[in-house]
């Protein structure tokens, strides 16, 4: 099955600098690829997601990366504000009987120091 | 997106008892899905549920042990049976958009349990 790795575990940066999430997966059949941000207390929230016919999304300061060759995909946050301070989630699935399940990396936390 | 609410959104259990989670969408969906995520951990797929059909469970998940319901396309219930303190976490239930939103999967807001 399906095996999803994230790195780093935890990331701080300064305000205002950028923060990039990396993960890497193992299945080739995988072809979606969200990432959520979950708050203290909260439940995850989707902030982005890309499909395996897509190289690259953005969305005004968020942004991923597909590469298919290498199974990895990656998250950068530019301009970071301490409201970006969560847990990051990675994930991936393959939409198998109609459903989208989804296997999760190992999350990050990230901290932005004002 | 999908609004999702859960009930409780919190609760301590005696060890032993069991626990039914609620879980109510603000519009049809087909898939529904189950997710547990221990204390600091990530999140793994208990089961899906599908409206009309039994659930299906993951690999280390069995139906006497989180039995659900799905009676309808807004709704779903996870129980949690015979509760032990291993079983404190974070309960989440998610829905899967429509294929014309991308199938994208949105999450509520999680019911945390503790169990003593």
């Known amino acids: 099955g399906e095996n999803v790795e994230q790195h780093p575990s935890t990331l701080s940066v300064q305000e205002g600098d950028s923060a990039v999430i990396k993960c890497t997966y193992s299945?080739?059949?995988?072809?979606?690829f969200p990432w959520y941000k979950q708050e203290l207390g909260k439940g995850p929230q989707l902030i982005i997601d890309?499909?395996?016919?897509?190289g690259e999304k953005k969305d005004q300061r968020i942004a991923v990366t597909l590469n298919k060759t290498a199974k990895h995909f990656s998250l950068h946050i530019t301009e970071t504000q301490p409201e970006d301070s969560a847990v990051y989630f990675c994930a991936a699935s393959e939409l198998i009987q109609g459903a989208q399940k989804l296997v999760f990396g190992q999350g990050t936390r990230l901290t932005i120091n004002p | 997106s999908a609004v999702i609410s859960q009930k409780p959104s919190r609760d301590i259990c005696q060890r032993g008892t069991s626990l039914t989670i609620q879980c109510q969408v603000d519009s049809q969906v087909t898939m529904m899905f189950w997710y547990r995520q221990q204390p600091g951990q990530s999140l793994t797929l208990i089961a899906t549920a599908n409206q009309g059909s039994e659930a299906t469970y993951e690999s280390g998940f069995v139906i006497d042990k989180f039995p659900i319901s799905r009676p309808n396309l807004t709704f779903s219930t996870l129980t949690v049976s015979n509760m032990s303190p291993e079983d404190s976490s974070i309960y989440l239930c998610?829905?899967?958009?429509?294929?014309?939103?991308?199938?994208?999967?949105?999450f509520g807001e999680g019911s945390w349990l503790t169990v003593v």
């Open positions: 890309i499909r395996s016919n897509v």
């Open positions: 299945d080739s059949a995988s072809n979606y």
């Open positions: 998610s829905v899967e958009g429509p294929p014309q939103a991308g199938n994208t999967i949105y």
